[in-house]
Each structure stands twice: as C-alpha cells, then as structure tokens.
C-alpha cells in the first residue's frame, strides 16, 4: 500500500502547478474533426442559404452566399401551392413514418423479446432468416411488393407503402441482442411466480429494461419511412397520398417549365428536415437516460 501510495504521488502534479491541457499531438485530431463536421454541415449551411432567397437570387448569386431575405414570401407561396398540397404531403410523410415506425417497434421488440426467452424448435433458423433480411437491400424488394399488392388490387393506397414500412429486421435483430443482455432470466420467472402472465411480463417488465433499445430502433425506422423514396414512387400514382419525399421530387421534374417551382423545392426540403430534428431532440433524454443507466448497472 506505501508503495501505490508514492507511485500515485510520484505522478501527481505539484501543489500549485496547473494542470496540462492537451497537448500538441491532440491539435491534428481537433482540426481534422472540425474539417469532418464542417464537410457534413456544410450541405445544411447551403439549404439554410438557399431557402431565404427568391428566384432570381438563387441563379444570380453563389450559393453559399446569403442575399436578400425572402424566407417568409418562399413559405407563404409553399404553403398556398396547389391548394396547400405540401401540408398534405407532410401529414402523409408523418402517418407512414410516426405510425409506421411505432407499429414496427413493437413489433421488432415482441420478436426480439420472443426469440430470447422462449426456446423452441428452429429458433436459430428464424433468427439467421431476420438477419439475412438484413443484408437485402429494399430497392430488390420493391418489385416483388409491387406484384405482390396488384394481386389483392391494393396499390395506389396508403396501405400500399404502410405495411410493408412496419416490417424491421435490423429493429428485431436490435431487440434480441438488447434483451438478451438487459433482462435477466430470474426476473421473468419471479414474475411468474408472483402469477403475472407472458403479455403483464412483456408490457409491464420487459419493454421497461429495453426501452433505450427501442428508442433507437423508432429513431433508425422513422429516419428509414421518412426518407423512402422508391416504395412510394412505385405504389403511388394519387398524388394527394405521396409523401412530402416523392411530392418534392415531382415538384424538381417540373421546374423547367416552372422554374419558381425550385425555390419550392428548396423550402420544402428544408422544412421536412424540421419533424426528424424534433423527433430526435425529444427522444434524446430517454435514450441517454437509458444509456447511462446501463452504464451505472455494468
């Protein structure tokens, strides 16, 4: 113990000399993160610009410098476009992807939840099948989801890009891996001593230890519906029900014969950012919460 105690006292800092900050070898690395974050911000920095400016700012003058500010003209004319369509768009971006991604959470954690504490025959086998969905890539899936809601006449409906948004093999990978490793088999069957049956477990204890996992599975499947873009522009031909990513594009088509229409495009873009940024900014505490609560138990 004498000599820890002077090891340790051996590499303390003298009584009133200051601390070292970092040293030279930590200034390559801030400067190269900086670079990093300016090089990923910088395509926001030029939306931010472009959406302030009229058209004939926007062909007239770099795009990374501001000109005159016409923000509030741009979105008065966005919001009245074609009766107002683009709110349309936006309520229906906020039902695939804020239902779509709820369902599909519950869903990937009653999997996951599933595959971990119950055994039974071909377990294994389910489990490899999920991750193999995985790794296909949802532009291979399109067509054969087209095919497959021709057959039963469902195409050109909500149900059409809805259902097969709630599908998560990633969500019900995450869910198994995370239960596996936050409920603890003894609780479970405490529980059912007490008498609580298999629903009250999962409702009532399960879904509580695994919620920063699912929290992060709504967030990567609400980011996933919301950008979709294939699904849609191959179900859909109603334009009153596409969702705000394939209304904008259609908007981007026609602007050489409606060149004002590229403004449109450029505030809608930027409005669309604002539903994911909020929806991470209120989940944030709950999945840091939960994070640091699995750092104090480990």
Not at 64 to 76: F, I, K, V
Not at 122 to 129: D, L, Q
Not at 230 to 254: A, C, H, K, N
């Amino acid at each position: 113990m004498t000599l820890l105690t002077r090891t340790e006292g051996a590499h303390a800092p003298a009584p009133g000399r200051p601390r070292r900050g970092p040293g030279l070898s930590a200034v390559p690395v801030i400067v190269f993160m900086a670079l990093v974050a300016g090089y990923m911000l910088l395509p926001v920095y030029w939306l931010l610009v472009s959406a302030t400016k009229s058209q004939g700012d926007l062909v007239s003058t770099p795009g990374l410098l501001p000109a005159d500010w016409h923000l509030g003209e741009n979105l008065a004319a966005l919001f009245s476009r074609q009766d107002g369509v683009y709110l349309r768009w936006l309520g229906n971006s906020l039902a695939y992807a804020g239902v779509g991604a709820a369902v599909g959470t519950l869903l990937a954690a009653m999997a996951g939840y599933a595959l971990t504490v119950y055994t039974f025959k071909g377990r294994e086998a389910v489990f490899s099948v999920i991750l193999g969905g995985v790794l296909v890539p949802a532009t291979a899936l399109a067509l054969p989801l087209f095919l497959l809601f021709a057959e039963v006449d469902a195409t050109n409906s909500f149900w059409s890009v809805f259902l097969p948004s709630i599908v998560s093999p990633f969500g019900v990978y995450l869910s198994r891996i995370f239960a596996a490793a936050s409920i603890p088999v003894e609780v479970i069957e405490a529980a059912r001593i007490d008498g609580a049956g298999e629903w009250t477990i999962f409702r009532t204890v399960a879904l509580r230890m695994m919620s920063p996992a699912l929290v992060t599975v709504f967030l990567f499947q609400f980011v996933v519906i919301w950008n979709n873009f294939l699904l849609p522009l191959i179900m859909l031909q109603d334009e009153r029900l596409y969702p705000v990513t394939l209304g904008l594009f259609t908007w981007q088509s026609q602007t050489s014969r409606a060149p004002e229409l590229q403004t449109l495009t450029l505030v809608g873009a930027l409005i669309s950012v604002v539903p994911i940024v909020i929806t991470f900014l209120m989940l944030q505490r709950y999945w840091r919460a939960g994070l640091a609560a699995g750092a104090v138990k480990s």
